[in-house]
């Protein structure tokens, strides 16, 4: 059995719809080692998981309240009603806020309701906060230095962006999987290595893929097939229901 996490990217969203809580409720009973999620904020400094900065049937979420969301799109949970159902297991949020994002926001405002939040929950969640934007990862570092946070990228040369992470004192790095391919993760995952820094990638949904990358050492497979990422790694997927 190899020993790589197999994280749920958007909850099982091959066999629920993405970034619901039954999406989440399904990857916990798989037998996940743990989930990725979006958040974006409301416009009464709520979080809600979703992967878009906009709804077709609402425009921007920044420019709604959690209750006209929800009105609308019941499904569209709160953060919290997402991590009460996913405790005990590592919970990848990540923060949406990329320039030329519909709610780009260079305060970085997500960030400072998601570190209040955590705190408020007595630090009951095994949380890991990640963004392919660097000031937003930063702020949470600032505001909680005890909160292990990722740099994610795409298209990048992980090396440079291992590189960045680790000036910044980011614990994790979060390449694409299309730029750790033709050998290019191994030499990764040993430099992480000598820094500390782990190796996440997305989004891996290949079995023969996966098991290449688990056997270059990376930490964690982000994956929208949970169930085949654990048989590829020797372990036995649980029933979905």
Request: hydrophobic share 45%; proline share 5%.
């Amino acid at each position: 059995m190899i020993d790589t996490q197999v994280i749920a990217h958007r909850g099982a969203r091959r066999q629920a719809p993405e970034n619901t809580v039954g999406a989440f409720v399904v990857a916990r009973r798989l037998g996940a080692d743990g989930v990725e999620l979006d958040v974006h904020r409301t416009a009464d400094d709520r979080l809600v998981v979703h992967h878009d900065a906009e709804e077709p049937s609402l425009g921007v979420l920044a420019h709604r309240t959690l209750a006209e969301i929800q009105a609308v799109r019941s499904d569209v949970p709160e953060l919290d009603a997402v991590l009460d159902v996913c405790v005990g297991l590592l919970v990848n949020v990540e923060i949406k806020n990329s320039v030329g994002d519909e709610d780009h926001d260079p305060t970085c405002r997500a960030a400072d309701l998601l570190a209040q939040r955590l705190a408020d929950r007595g630090g009951v969640d095994v949380v890991l906060v990640s963004s392919s934007d660097l000031a937003t990862i930063d702020r949470v570092k600032v505001l909680a230095p005890d909160l292990p946070t990722g740099l994610l990228t795409v298209g990048a040369d992980p090396l440079v962006a291992l590189e960045t992470a680790r000036r910044h004192g980011h614990q994790a790095l979060h390449p694409d999987a299309w730029s750790l391919a033709d050998g290019a993760a191994a030499p990764l995952v040993q430099a992480a290595r000598e820094v500390g820094v782990l190796v996440n990638t997305w989004t891996v949904n290949e079995a023969d893929y996966m098991v290449e990358l688990a056997e270059a050492g990376v930490d964690g497979l982000i994956t929208d097939v949970p169930d085949i990422a654990l048989t590829a790694l020797g372990r036995e997927p649980g029933p979905p229901g």
